[in-house]
C-alpha cells in the first residue's frame, strides 16, 4: 500500500511539475494584474504592467494603469469605458475597442478606461475620475444587468460600486489585496485546469441564463437613471447598448436625455468565443464600425448644437 | 455521480483511504463503507430514487431468503415470480410506460377508436436496466440452486448497489460478485496499479475518443436533413466510435475503480471493431449483458437446441429484447432485429461460432482476408447504430436514404477542418493502440510492461496530457439512459 501510494504522489508531483513548467514556457497560464484602490473607491491596475492570458494571448497595461490601447495624446479625447468587454484581456491589444476606434476615427484620441465585472454606476464613477481630462465624449459600453447590478435593493454586491435606493448613497467595492489569493496564482498549472476544465463551462452556461432570465425592474433603473443626472455630467456620455438589448430599457435611458448607440448583429454568435461571451477580434471589429459610425453623426450634432450661427 | 467529473476525483480517493487506512480491519465496516459510499454516488444524481434500489434490495434479499427454506416447488415459483414482478414492474413502469400506452393509442386509432393520452412525465432512473438485471441474476441462480442466498444483507447490499458498476455496468452475476464480498480483501499492489492504468485508458476514450466525436456526430444527427450523404456516413462512423469509447470506457473505469477496491469485474468489451464477423462482435460486446441473455432468456427458451425454427425464434426473442432493453422506442427494437438478421445466416450455416481467437493472433497485421472481414462487419455494425442513434424511424430511414443518394460522391460538409483532421488523427493512433492490445483485458494493460518506471511514467503522462489537450466538451455517458 505504501509503494503504490508513493508512487501516486510521485507521479502526480512529478506531473504538476511538468505541467507548472509547460505552462510558463508555453505562456498558457493567466498572469493577474497588481492593483490597489484609489481614493475615490476605484479600483486600479499599477501602470506599466504585461502577462499573459489563456492561450498565451499577452495583455499589457499602459502608463495610465489602464489595459490595452495608450492614447499617443490626451487632446480631443474620447473615453472608452466598459467592463470585462472593454478590458479585453482576452484579445491581442489590436483588437482593443480604443485602438480600433482611433483607428477609425484619427482626429480623436481614445482612452481606453475598463474594470472587469464593473456595472453602470461604476461607469459614472470612471467618467468622473476622467473630467479633469475634458474629454469630448465619454462613451460606456453597457449590458442589460449593468443597470440592475448597479442598484443595492436589486442584487446586493460588495465588489463593485452600488447605488441604494433606500440610503441613497454610493457604497464602494471592497478591495480585498489577499496575499493568498497572490500565492495561489503562482499555481499556474492548478489554476489553469480550473480555468479550463471547470468553471469555463459553468460560466457559458451561467452568462446566457443570467441574460436570458433577467427581471428588469423598471421603476428602480428609473430612479438610478434620475440619481445618474443629478449627480454626474451626463451631457457628453454615450451609452453603447450591447446587442439584443432590451427595448424597454433602452427606450428608457433615451427618454433621459442620454445619447445612445444602439449595436445590432444577426447572429451575436459571430461575435462571440465558442464558451465564452465576450466579443472576439471579429467582434471587436463589428462594434468598433457601428460605434464609430455612430460617434461620427453625435460629434457633427455636437458641432451644430455647439456652432455660434 | 459522473466519473469524468471533479466531484468523483474527491469522492474517489476519500472512500480508498478510509476503506483501506481507517475500516481495513472489519470487513463488515468496509461493506458498509461500500453501501453508504455506493448510495451517496447514486444520490449526487437524485437522491429520490435511492429508494427504488432500496426496496429492490430488500425484496431481493428477503426472496432469497424464502427460497432457501422454501421446498415446496409451485411457492418457490411463487417467490421467483414476486422478485420478477418486483423488479420488472419498476423498470416497466420507468422506462416503458409512455411507450406502451402511446403504441396502444395508435394501435387503437387504426380500428377508430379513440383513447385519451393519458401519458406520465417519468424521469428515468439512472442505471434501472443495470441494477435490475443484476439482482434478478441473483434471485434466478438461488432459485436454481445454483447459489446459496446470502445471509448477510449488508454484503447484499453492496453487491447491488456497488458503485462502480452501479449505473452502467459490467452487470455482474451474483455468482461472481456477491462471493468477493464475504471475504476480506487484502491490498495487491499490482491489482491497484493495473486498476489505475485502467481508470486511465477509460478516461481517454470517454474524454478523447467519445466526447470529441459526439461533437460531430450531434451535429450531423441533429440536422442530417441539411447534410450530404458522405458527411452522413461520416456522421454514423462518428457515432459508432462514440458509443465505443463512451460505453467501453465507463466499462473501463468502473473495472479499474473495483480493482483499486480488491474487485475483480468481468470484462464487459474485447476489442468489438476488429471482429470478423456479427457473432464475433457480439461476444465482443457489451459482454455481461449478452451472456446475460443468453443464460436467462436464450437457453432457458431452448436456447439451439431445437429444430431450425427454434433457432430462428429464440435468435429473434434475445436480440428483440435487448434492443428494447436499450430505450423505449422502435428504433432500439429495428436495431436488435438488424443484428438478429445479420446473425442468422451464420447460425443456420453453423458458422456462429468460427472466430473465438483473437484476430491475427500473434500477428502484426491482418491477411487480406481478415481485413475484408472485418471491414464487412463494420460497415454492417455502422449501418445498424444509424437506427441505434436516429430520433425516431423516420429519422433513420431519412438518413439511410440520403445516403444511398448520389450525394454519398461529394465532398462531406462539417465544422472546421482543423478539429476534423484532429479527430481523425486521435482515432487513427486509437485504432492503432486498440489493435496492438487486442487480446488484453484492456489496450494498454501490457504497454511498456517490460519498460521501466520512467519509460511507463512518461506514457501515462503523454495520455493525461492528451487528455487534458485534446479532450472534447464534458457529455453525459450514453449509457446512462438506459
Known sequence: MRKFLVNILIFIVFGYFIGEFSIRVLKLGINIPEMYQDTNGLIKNFPNQTGYYLNGNKWSVNKFGEFGYEPKSLDSLITVIGDSFIENIMNPNECDQAYLLSMRTNSYNFYPSARSGANLIEFMEMTKSLTHLNPVKQILYVHDSDFSNSIREIKHENKTFQWSIRSNNISYPQFLENKIKKVLYNFQFMYYIYRNYIISNENSSKIKIDDNKLNIDYNKIQKLLDFINKTYITDNIIIVFSPNSDKGLIEMVMKNNFQTIILKTDDIKTWEFPNDSHWTCFGHEEVAKQVSHGLKLKLTESNYKNSPY | ?482
Open chain 2, 1 to 482: 455521480m459522473l466519473f469524468n467529473s471533479i466531484d468523483f476525483a474527491v469522492f474517489l480517493p476519500i472512500v480508498f483511504l478510509l476503506y483501506w487506512f481507517v475500516l481495513n480491519k472489519n470487513l463488515k465496516l468496509q461493506n458498509a463503507l461500500i453501501v453508504v459510499a455506493s448510495y451517496v454516488f447514486y444520490g449526487w444524481w437524485d437522491w429520490r430514487f435511492l429508494s427504488l434500489i432500496i426496496f429492490s434490495t430488500v425484496v431481493d434479499y428477503l426472496v432469497g431468503k424464502k427460497l432457501r427454506i422454501e421446498e415446496n416447488q409451485s411457492k418457490r415459483k411463487v417467490l421467483l415470480w414476486t422478485s420478477v414482478i418486483v423488479n420488472l414492474g419498476f423498470l416497466g413502469f420507468f422506462k416503458y410506460y409512455n411507450f406502451f400506452l402511446e403504441n396502444f393509442i395508435d394501435a387503437f386509432s387504426l380500428f377508430g377508436m379513440q383513447i385519451n393520452n393519458n401519458s406520465l412525465n417519468i424521469i428515468l432512473p439512472v442505471g434501472i436496466s443495470f441494477y435490475t438485471f443484476q439482482t434478478l441474476s441473483y434471485t434466478i441462480d438461488v432459485y436454481k440452486r445454483k447459489l446459496e442466498p446470502t445471509q448477510d444483507f449488508i454484503a447484499f447490499s453492496a453487491f447491488v448497489c456497488f458503485f462502480p458498476q452501479l449505473v452502467a455496468g459490467p452487470i455482474e452475476r451474483a455468482t461472481h460478485l456477491l462471493p468477493q464480498f464475504y471475504k476480506k480483501r487484502i491490498f495487491e499492489y499490482q491489482k491497484a496499479v493495473d486498476g489505475m492504468r485502467q481508470i486511465l485508458w477509460g478516461l481517454f476514450k470517454k474524454i478523447v475518443i467519445a466526447d470529441n466525436c459526439a461533437h460531430f456526430a450531434n451535429e450531423i444527427f441533429n440536422s442530417s436533413t441539411e447534410m450530404n450523404g458522405s458527411t452522413l456516413v461520416l456522421g454514423a462512423i462518428f457515432f459508432t466510435f462514440q458509443i465505443y469509447g463512451d460505453f467501453s470506457g465507463y466499462s473501463d473505469i468502473a473495472i479499474g475503480t473495483s480493482r483499486l477496491f480488491g474487485f475483480d469485474l468481468k470484462q464487459n468489451f474485447a476489442a468489438p471493431y476488429f471482429s470478423r464477423d456479427i457473432a464475433e462482435f457480439w461476444r465482443r460486446w457489451h459482454i455481461s449483458l449478452s451472456t446475460w441473455f443468453r443464460d436467462y432468456l436464450y437457453i432457458p427458451l431452448g436456447g439451439s437446441w431445437g429444430g431450425t425454427w427454434m433457432k430462428v425464434r429464440n435468435t429473434f426473442v434475445i436480440f428483440l429484447v435487448s434492443g428494447f432493453w436499450h430505450g423505449a422506442n422502435w428504433t432500439f427494437i429495428i436495431w436488435g432485429a438488424l443484428n438478429a438478421i445479420y446473425f442468422l445466416p451464420l447460425l443456420l450455416t453453423n458458422n456462429n461460432r468460427r472466430n473465438l481467437d483473437v484476430v491475427a493472433n500473434g500477428k502484426l497485421l491482418p491477411s487480406i482476408r481478415e481485413s475484408l472481414a472485418m471491414l464487412t462487419t463494420f460497415t454492417l455494425t455502422v449501418f445498424a447504430w444509424i437506427f441505434f442513434r436516429a430520433n425516431d424511424v423516420e429519422h433513420a430511414l431519412s438518413y439511410i436514404s440520403e445516403i444511398l443518394s448520389p450525394s454519398i460522391f461529394t465532398n462531406p460538409i462539417i465544422g472546421i477542418e482543423d478539429s476534423v483532421n484532429k479527430i481523425i488523427i486521435l482515432l487513427t493512433v486509437f485504432l492503432i493502440i486498440e489493435w496492438k492490445g487486442r487480446g488484453n483485458q484492456y489496450a494498454i494493460a501490457n504497454l511498456g510492461s517490460k519498460s521501466s518506471q520512467a519509460i511507463r511514467f512518461a506514457i501515462y503522462y503523454i495520455i493525461v496530457f492528451v487528455i487534458f489537450w485534446f479532450g472534447g466538451k464534458e457529455q453525459e455517458f450514453i449509457y446512462f439512459q438506459f
